[in-house]
């Protein structure tokens, strides 16, 4: 044990089987005092499972854990964060209807005599830790008023609230933030780390994890694949262990062609806008041209996206679709004309947990059909395992719960049911969120070939580089406002330039 | 200005619910000007307590996005078995206390069962309707007077309201609002309260989040029998007797109260200040009828009915526009 002093967390031999998965086998893993140590591996590698076994979330089959030298079983959540271990699981889990205090606090609130909550030293407290992360809102108003990046940070600072945490366990906490908010998630790490505590950061992002991590545990299909020092790892062999093959098609990726007597403008827009959301903006998108879409959070993009798919409706300017103005807005008739919206927070506005992946699959090709032309269950299958395979869905089978699937699973199916319509314009918010280097790759090697078949994408994303490599132009917004627009061979320093308004 | 809307805006449905009572309320007295005598106010505490009791225990079980629909039965339950304790010649406040361990531990039992044993609580509940309401009738078929002095004395001592002249209620009108004011203060002011707002919104969550979910629920489920025991013996006060008929389909208007007050019953939202709005409007329709006199006493059902549609029109209105914003 005295060997062990510097160890904070120690797990052996752990197994976890679902109906169908073996998500864990015989896993080993171990956190030593005052580092940050990368979880990584493809969508489905365990990692979030290995995450619920250690915080009492799962029961594992098998293998037994160290907590500080001592042989612990952590039965709940709670138990988990009595002996010190806070954990901001994948999904924001929080309670929309509670204020942003509450969800920082609740569990551990400022109270007066006879447990009474003290509502203003707790609101002054939640106003603190918030304005720490550079975040200055309103902690009283309820949680569902604000974007998932808020929430997601008000899930972050609950975690880092504790002030009795040993271990700091913090499941893709940057998916859905911008560089900026991601770097002051960093800056809070580090300082944890000085403090002793032992962190478990997960992330697919690649430069992240060189960016804050010391050392780097691979999971791959369940199994482990070993422990690494940050530093005595490059990227490629970390890729490498990842997928279990090299990256090479990451390199050689080309941008869709465009013929230009061929090219016929799909949708215009004209002055579109909406109070609060979007300034009037004009924009153009031709046939087989692949639109990205630049700019921080907030920034309007994913309100353009939203006006154009029609689930908010414009009040100044209008849009045409193949030269005839559209005059009724809304997503069922947006979807007739051929335009798909795959948009940006899955658990809100796409995905359905509890109806198979098929279902989800065919659900909005089928309402694009019409609901009488019923396809049979054959075809049904058919298409769900082509996008299975197509997209590296890991699943049993197209029976599986989606709810049951990994986050980055989870994605690729609401991927494929908007691919699965056929769509003239498939507009991508946030594609790629939670989904590991290898699929990002296959998705956007997957949007390019579309496009040279004749589909229009506008490709919404915070990832300079995936923009860059996947756009034949490149519209930055910022200030919810289209403040240029740049040809696809620009470089990361001029979009970064117009993003930041830098003249 | 800005903060009086906002204000407005998040307390919608119950500045709502409080409007239409005054105004059912003016029409009434419009209509038949002896219900304008402060008394008939006063009044709706005295026939509704042991409703207010209930819909109170309800509102926090709506809330945690449960139901409970053992109430009424519960009831009945405690006023026989109240009046065959009495008549055995128990000492009444023994018998108080038994009535109340009795449903708190009812209602433990129901909330265990749902939360440990993931049966969904309108169907426990519903068996635990069936379960007291044939105990109620095994203890004894038919009514059973009280004669105790003591239940006399409760049933029978005025209480003078300040500042009215020749106005009252009854202790147990004092009851369901001392239990009112309490449970207001400990919905909105303590860590158990917080996390049923928090079960109510997304169990899952609240679980992740380390808060205390099976003992809240299991707490919730013993405060709304603990509720209904309550409401029994104030039946029985009231009535000076025990039936195993009395208070049929009672929690149905618990329930209606509870969802005119603005409690939805999705979860999450809700406060038992609605709720005894709630209660007084379904009070209020009542005593219309009665002064009207001719009217069968169905149309308070009607009423009610139609109320409850409009109120959970509202709610959904609300909550859609506070969606988009
Ligand atoms: N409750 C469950 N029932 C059945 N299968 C499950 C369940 N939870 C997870 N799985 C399966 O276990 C495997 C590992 O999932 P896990 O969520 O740990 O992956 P992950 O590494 O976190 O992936 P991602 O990067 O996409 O979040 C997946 O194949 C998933 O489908
Ligand atoms: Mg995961």
Redesign the pocket.
Known sequence: MAANNHEILRIENISKS????Q?LQNVNFCLKKGEIHALV??????????IKVMTGVEKPDQGRMLYDGVEMKIKSPQHANNIGISTVY?EVNLCTNLSVAENILLGREPRQFGGKINWKAMNTRAKEIMLGLDVDIDVKAPLATFSTAIQQITAIARALEISSTKVLIL??PTSSLDVRESDLIFQCMRKLRETGVGIIF?T?FINQIYEVSDRITV?RN?KLVGTYDTENLPTISLIQKMIGRSLAEYEDMEKAKQDPDKQQVLIETNNLGRSGTVQPTDLTLKTGEVVGMAGLLGSGRTGVAKLIFGVEEPDTGDIRVDNQPVDKHSPHESLLRGIALCPEDRKESGILGDLTIRENIILAMQARMGWFKYLNKKQQYEIAQKYIDMLNI??PSSD?LV???????QQKVILARWLATHPKLLILDEPTR?I?VGTKAEIQKLVISLANEGMSCMFISSELEEVMRTSNRIVVMRDQEKVTELPGDTTEHNIMQAIAGAD | MHRIKKFLFKNGPLLATILIFFIVYAIGGQLYPAMRKPQVFFNLFINNASLLIISIGMTLVVIMKGIDLSVGAMIALTSVASAALLQQNFPPLLVILMMTLMGILFGLTMGAITHYLKVEAFVVTLMGQFFARGMAYVINRSSITITDDFYKFLALTKIHVPFFENAYVYITSLVAIVLLVVTFIILVFTRFGRTVYAIGNNEQSALLMGLPVARTKLIVYAFSGFCSALAGIVFSISLTSGFGGYALSMEMDAIASVVIGGTALTGGVGNVFGTLFGVLINGIIVTILQFNGTLTSWWTRIGVGILTLIFIGIQSLFYVRKKHT
Request: hydrophobic share 25%; aromatic share 2%.
């Open positions: 679902f109906p169908g998965v998500a591996g493809e969508n489905g590698a365990g990692k979030s499972t290995l994948q499941d893709e997960i697919h999971l369940g890991s699943t599986q709810k049951n699937l990994s986050g980055g699973n939670g590991d």
